[in-house]
């Protein structure tokens, strides 16, 4: 079955309908010209023919007629990015429009449209951690997930930034590496942790964990999503959440420990709220990661068969050019 790579038939019909115009026009000129002379025109019928059959077969080949579909190495040297999103009560705070966790969701949807190249995975964490996602290249299937974020996904409790963290250095395993000539142990694959959180953290200390992390060479980006100022936490009554005491709890951003794990894996901290926005920044030094481990993924192409009707074009046009046609006998 052929399909076309460029299938713009509106713009084909277009141009063949202007190029049969000019032809129609040039007809009627060389007969004017003809019988003013006295004189009939000779192999224009098959001029007019190679030339509507040299404009079809260019345009089919500006369309890209594919037939049948061939299996195409593709070498990559590409980053494993977990994204790690907090999901605890505290993110619905709205401090951040509309709430902090809606606000993050789409600002992670546009961040995974710019890693075509590269596996992306999803960790949802609270009072515990769970892999929502695990690594893809699928990134239509990372956004599904991200769309489904909500703050009631994990039991309610104090949240932990540790968790996740450890979830993701048990998912840090060597990926096969295809070098030629290599008979080396395969390297980790470049990794890189996005940390988006309003930073409360009534866990363990951070210091195992970082210090692996480290020595994994995988970074952490962290994103600090909410204000200073903070904000109350609306809970499914339509209240605001309260402590034991009955007292109203106001949830604010803590940079501490996001800054102390971007900081000691060579990461980045930016922040996220209605002043600033830095996803930005975020995506140009994830971008400049690069990947450490060469992979051959094997893809599905098809296969453009544009040369046939150029080919056929290009003897056409030289047919055209060596048939004359003689508007004045001798």
């Not at 006295?38 to 037939?67: D, E, F, I, N």
Request: aromatic residues 6%; positive net charge.
């Amino acid at each position: 079955m052929i399909t076309w790579a460029y299938p713009n038939f509106f713009a084909v019909g277009l141009t063949l309908a202007l190029a049969l115009l000019l032809l129609v026009g040039h007809w009627r000129r060389s007969s004017q010209l003809g019988r003013a002379l006295g004189s009939r025109p000779r192999h224009r019928g098959w001029k007019a023919v190679l030339r509507v059959l040299t404009g079809a077969t260019l345009l089919a080949a500006a369309l890209g007629p594919a037939l049948g579909v061939s299996q195409q190495p593709v070498r990559t040297a590409g980053k494993d990015v977990w994204l790690l999103v907090d999901v605890s009560r505290s993110m619905d705070a709205p401090d951040v429009a509309p709430t902090r966790l809606l606000r993050a969701q789409a600002e992670l949807q546009e961040l995974v449209a710019q890693f075509p190249a590269d596996r992306l995975g999803l960790v949802v964490f609270g009072a515990e951690a769970v892999v929502q996602c695990p690594l893809t290249y699928d990134q239509e299937a990372v956004k599904v997930f991200i769309s489904t974020l909500r703050s009631s996904l994990l039991p309610s409790g104090p949240t932990t930034l540790r968790a996740p963290l450890e979830l993701v250095l048990s998912r840090l395993t060597p990926a096969p590496v295809a070098l030629p000539q290599s008979t080396s142990a395969p390297l980790p694959r470049a990794t890189a942790l996005v940390v988006v959180s309003d930073g409360e953290d009534f866990g363990e200390n951070l210091e195992q964990p970082l210090r692996e992390l480290a020595r994994s060479g995988a970074r952490v980006y962290t994103v600090g999503v909410g204000t200073t100022e903070g904000a109350k936490i609306p809970n499914a009554s339509g209240g605001f959440v309260k402590d034991a005491r009955g007292q109203l709890v106001k949830s604010r951003l803590q940079e501490a420990p996001l800054l102390q794990l971007a900081a000691q894996t060579g990461g980045q901290y930016v922040e996220l709220n209605n002043q600033q926005n830095g996803f930005g920044p975020l995506l140009r030094s994830l971008r400049t990661m690069q990947g450490t481990a060469e992979q051959v993924r094997t893809v599905a192409v098809a296969d453009n068969r544009y040369r046939y009707p150029l080919a056929a074009a290009l003897l056409l046009l030289a047919l055209d050019i060596t048939l004359t046609v003689t508007v004045i006998r001798p």
